[in-house]
């Protein structure tokens, strides 16, 4: 397999070839993972190359590159690593307005829990009022911008954003007080 081009590699692996799969995956995770691990941590490192081998093996046969999978794969890991810092700033923002004072200072296990306790006070809204809550924190809208995206005045959408974060604070005092 090793003298193997790519694009050989990768007419095989669409032909659900295992080997040509491993090969792709010892040609290239060495060079990803030392990529990622410069931008994130060795934990995420690893798991943004595993999500963008585990996606190509998946996907095998619907993915037909104009490029050399040298550059398809540095450009998916560019994608993941921004996701990744974008889901990080959600969660700042989140942590922000639920803790003002910044007085979070929990452990990366009580971090997930929080989310977890976060995801689903979420979850549990009336789904305009998540919907609504979503738009501005997710998809970083401002309340004018969906007040007119959804028919509505502005100062029904900053109700709803303010009910929605009381209720997420509820839910993150109530989990507080179990612990």
């Known amino acids: ?6 694009v050989q590699l990768l007419k095989m692996l669409r032909e659900d070839s295992e080997q040509a799969y491993r090969e792709i995956y010892d040609r290239y995770w060495k060079v990803l993972y030392e990529t990622a691990f410069r931008k994130t941590t060795a934990d995420d490192a690893c798991d943004l190359v595993q999500d963008i081998f585990l996606y190509l ?6 993915i037909f590159l104009e490029v050399q999978l040298n550059t398809y794969l540095q450009a998916a890991l560019r994608h993941k690593i921004i996701d990744l810092y974008r889901l990080r700033s959600v969660r700042e923002r989140y942590y922000a307005q639920i803790f003002p004072s910044g007085a979070f200072s929990g452990n990366e296990y009580e971090l997930k829990e929080l989310n977890q306790v976060i995801r689903s006070a979420i979850n549990r809204m009336p789904s305009r009022m998540r919907e609504i809550f979503l738009l ?14 959804l028919s509505l005045s502005d100062q029904t959408i900053r109700n709803q954003i303010s009910t929605a974060i009381q209720r997420i604070r509820l839910a993150v ?3 507080q007080r179990s612990k």
Do not use: V
């Not at 501005?136 to 995206?149: F, T, V, Y």
């Open 173 to 175: 005092d109530h989990y």
């Open 57 to 62: 093996w998946k996907n095998r046969h619907t």
């Open 136 to 149: 501005n924190r997710d998809g970083d809208l401002p309340s004018a911008a969906i007040a007119e995206k």
């Open 1 to 6: 397999m090793k003298n193997y081009s790519d």
